[in-house]
């Protein structure tokens, strides 16, 4: 009997805690975003990262990897940093150095800290306020890849929302609704998209942004949308800087809290909501002919694929697919189709997708299992597995429509499961491939 | 803040050199950490990752244990996990908050050792250091606990020091070099740390003399040359000149007891080549090219025993200074790892060494075997 079992009976599993908190391992599954990806998405921002040597390898070469090392500098933190009282100064010296060199300025420079920077008590603000004394064309902000202090505030969450904060206020646009902290557009077939469109409204949204221009358009949002958990803090900046009211939709897999979704949304547009009955039963179609396909095949679930595993989870059983496992760590925004889960399917497997006992997990003899996620594609050795993140910009009944239809697929075809699964950061250009 | 850099990456950690070294060695490694040094070790340093498991973990250090200094879950996750997956031994490593707090490692090793039964010791990293310090410190601690006493001296065996893929990313070089070994007459007894299980390692005071690939295995050979006797050699089989000296050195200094450092090898006419990296890997290919009509000298960015590198190297280490130090030399052509292209001189030829060290997987597929007259080769076709 392991001290740490690295899996749980549903049935067993208590929603606030899934998993004791040990040791982590690190699966080779790299599709998930990180600050720098993030970062990348403001045009023609420069990042600079002072942090200790540690830190910085992996955000410098997560640049190399993308072929954008001309977008990111740093500053090496040194012991004696630490204690000769030159923190804030040498911060300020040291982005000055560089900024310098930087020919043209860029129009923002997301400054980023270290756990030590906050442990230690620097004056942050007052370095931004030097910094942006002594380069005035420059916008810099204040970010934080600090991840001692993802309990309290996650640097993903942190750094979508700083993301934001270079915006200027701009008269409200009345046909103009902003989709806020996504790392990927909305796919245009999605309701949520022919809502907005179909009633003329302009679509704000940083990943579709080409220019500063654009970027900067995205203050003129009258109403702001998000829809994955990591975006909440920059929605309710927005609100708070330019009284922007945001409405969170999330991105769930049940049709009742999809119709709501629309519903809320329509109402606040002050538009009706349009009649998506065929959307519904065009995905119901596309779940019955998965099942069909598929027929008992185990399939397995992870929470990097889409923001509600639970919630997909639950659809697909609903629809008499065989989802014997999932792979997350904590319970979401999808605590009623988990509920649904342990009263329906009690013997489904949920595993810790950190637990040191996930080590040798890919070598362990297993049925066939066809997989949503990366993790799960690794974890259960499998090459027929969708490669989604974050949902992929799917939303609403034409995402579960797609994604059932990218699972059909998945189980009639291979991919290369190590080339798509080293590829860090899902979408992003990468000088591996 | 003296060291900035406006577009090169910095080389790998100091945790990430030891959780390197130790990698095949049946021990866990454990970095007292919150999450990114073992996900950066795990994508960008470490190749053998997916092909070839190991217990190396971070301890997923929070916020409220930091602050109130809870070094009681470290202890007790370490012992649990050691407990589910029975390692041969137990190393902790700190990154930069451990040091901010002062997480004495020491303490947190005897402690986990009282309560696993499993020897466990600690290594000094605190992620603001680069590579060799961390590998170093492991490799030396590798040889000082298990390494015994000789009990049969093998007059012809060598140990292989200092071998880890942020140095050695083709994975054929470490095959390689003991074909090498063996064409020369020589019996490989141990190799740290690639392709030998610490049962192997365990015998590596029968070898006549250790042969140092890398900074990374100076520390184990000086330990070994104090504790055993046995004398030390540094360089890399690279070209076939250099190589044959590098043999002929190798005996002589298993029949004498010599230590020597023929990668200090410099030429002093013809073309004008600087080589950028690692200091024996560097050394080496300097003073192979030295061999065959080149003026070559190194700049090592790395940490390094002095007896490395010689009159005309350069031990510039931020990016400005090796600009400047590149300005200064005008070299006709650099051997350095590609990601150094954006601040050579003009008039400068790169010829790309690729260096996991450096750039991580960025051209892990192109990285050359250069071992024997593969260097020469190699070089020709590069020009």
Same mark, same amino acid.
């Given at each position: ?67 954008? *090392? ?23 010296? /040291? ?71 270079? *915006? ?6 009345? +046909? ?14 999605? &309701?949520?998209?022919?809502? #907005?469109? !179909? ?47 945001? #409405? ?14 629309? +519903? ?14 065929? &959307? ?129 697929? %998945? ?23 | ?73 470290? =202890? ?34 005897? &402690? ?32 000082? &606990? ?10 012809? /065996? ?45 015998? %590596? ?23 055993? !006797? =046995? ?38 006419? /013809? ?5 950028? !990296? ?30 490395? *590198? ?46 996991? %060290? ?18 020469? %080769?190699?070089?020709?076709?590069? #020009?």
């Amino acid at each position: 009997m392991l001290n740490n079992p690295p899996f749980v009976r549903i049935a067993d599993a208590d929603p606030a805690h899934l998993f004791p908190a040990g040791l982590e391992y690190n699966p080779p599954a790299r599709g998930m975003w990180n600050i720098v990806q993030m970062g990348m998405l403001i045009p023609g921002a420069h990042q600079i990262y002072g942090c200790a040597q540690g830190c910085l390898r992996g955000v410098c070469l997560t640049a190399a990897e993308m072929n954008a *090392l001309d977008r990111l500098s740093w500053i090496s933190l040194t012991e004696e940093d630490m204690f000769n009282g030159t923190l804030e100064q040498s911060l300020v010296d /040291g982005v000055s150095e560089i900024v310098r060199q930087l020919d043209p300025h860029p129009p923002v420079v997301l400054l980023f800290l270290s756990c030590m920077h906050l442990f230690a008590g620097c004056d942050f603000d007052a370095v931004i306020a030097d910094l942006s004394a002594a380069f005035p064309d420059i916008c810099f902000v204040d970010c934080y890849m600090t991840p001692t202090m993802r309990e309290s505030v996650p640097p993903v969450v942190q750094t979508c929302r700083q993301m934001y904060t270079p *915006l200027k206020a701009l008269p409200k646009n009345p +046909k103009a609704v902003g989709i806020v902290g996504n790392d990927r557009p909305t796919d245009e077939d999605s &309701e949520l998209m022919k809502i #907005l469109r !179909g009633a003329g409204f302009a679509v704000r949204d940083l990943t579709r942004c080409k220019t500063y221009d654009e970027y900067l358009q995205l203050a003129d949002a009258s109403l702001n949308l998000t829809y994955i958990p990591t975006a909440h803090a920059a929605g309710e900046l927005l609100t708070e800087r330019f009284e922007t009211p945001c #409405l969170h939709l999330p991105n769930s897999f049940d049709y009742d809290k999809i119709a709501e979704n629309y +519903k809320t949304l329509c109402g606040a547009l002050g538009i009706s909501c349009p009649d998506f009955s065929a &959307e519904m039963q065009a995905a119901d179609h596309a779940l019955d002919a998965l099942k069909a396909e598929i027929g008992g095949i185990a399939v397995a679930v992870d929470y990097t694929a889409v923001t509600q595993p639970f919630s997909l989870a639950a659809l697909l059983c609903q629809h008499g697919i065989n989802v014997k496992y999932v792979i997350a760590d904590t319970v979401g925004e999808d605590a009623a189709a988990f509920r649904w889960l342990q009263e329906n399917r009690p013997e489904l497997l949920i595993y810790a997708p950190a637990n040191v006992n996930m080590l040798h997990q890919h070598t362990q003899a297993a049925e066939p299992v066809l997989a949503i996620g990366q993790k799960a594609a690794y974890y259960f050795a499998t090459d027929h597995f969708v490669n989604l993140i974050l949902n992929g910009g799917y939303y609403g009944f034409s995402g579960i429509r797609k994604i059932a239809e990218l699972t059909a697929e %998945a189980y009639r075809t291979t991919k290369d499961r190590r080339t798509v699964l080293r590829h860090k950061g899902y979408g992003c250009a990468s000088c591996l491939l | 803040m003296k060291h900035t850099a406006k577009i090169i990456p910095c080389y790998a950690a100091d945790s990430a050199g030891a959780c390197s070294a130790l990698y095949e060695l049946g021990g866990m490694t454990v970095v007292h950490d919150a999450s990114g040094c073992n996900s950066t070790f795990a994508t960008f340093d470490e190749p053998r990752w997916w092909d070839q498991q190991s217990m190396t973990y971070i301890s997923a250090l929070t916020e409220l244990d930091a602050i109130l200094g809870n070094d009681e879950k470290l =202890i007790a996750d370490v012992t649990a996990a050691a407990a589910d997956q029975n390692p041969k031994f137990i190393a902790v490593c700190g990154s930069p908050m451990p040091m901010m707090i002062g997480v004495d490692f020491d303490a947190v090793a005897f &402690e986990i050792e009282q309560r696993t039964g499993i020897r466990t010791f600690a290594l000094h990293t605190n992620g603001m250091h680069s590579y060799p310090e961390g590998a170093s410190e492991a490799l030396r601690c590798i040889a000082e &606990e298990y390494v015994r006493p000789a009990e049969t001296k093998i007059p012809n /065996g060598v140990n292989l020091l200092g071998m880890t893929p942020l140095d050695f990313d083709n994975l054929h070089t470490a095959a390689s070099i003991r074909e090498w070994l063996a064409e020369n007459g020589f019996e490989t007894v141990a190799c740290f740390a690639m392709g030998d299980a610490l049962e192997t390692l365990a015998n %590596a005071a029968n070898a006549s003399v250790s042969l140092v690939l890398s900074q990374s295995g100076l520390a184990a050979a000086e330990y070994m040359h104090e504790a055993f !006797g =046995i004398p030390y050699v540094c360089g890399v089989p690279y070209g076939e000149a250099f190589s044959a000296l590098l043999a002929d050195t190798l005996r002589n200094a298993a029949a004498d007891g010599t230590c020597a450092f023929p990668c200090t090898e410099r030429g002093q006419a /013809g073309q004008t080549v600087t080589v950028i !990296g690692e200091a024996v890997s560097a050394g080496t290919i300097a003073a192979a090219l030295g061999l065959t009509g080149y003026a070559a000298n190194v700049i090592c960015p790395l940490p390094h025993d002095k007896r490395l *590198l010689t009159a005309g190297d350069s031990d510039a280490f931020a990016e400005d200074e090796i600009a400047g130090a590149l300005a200064e030399i005008q070299p006709e052509t650099v051997i350095a790892d590609p990601l150094y292209r954006f601040i050579l001189p003009n008039a400068a030829k790169l010829i790309g060494l690729p260096h996991t %060290a450096f750039s991580g997987r960025c051209y892990d597929k192109i990285i050359p075997d250069l071992t024997g007259n593969r260097f020469d %080769a190699w070089y020709k076709e590069m #020009l």
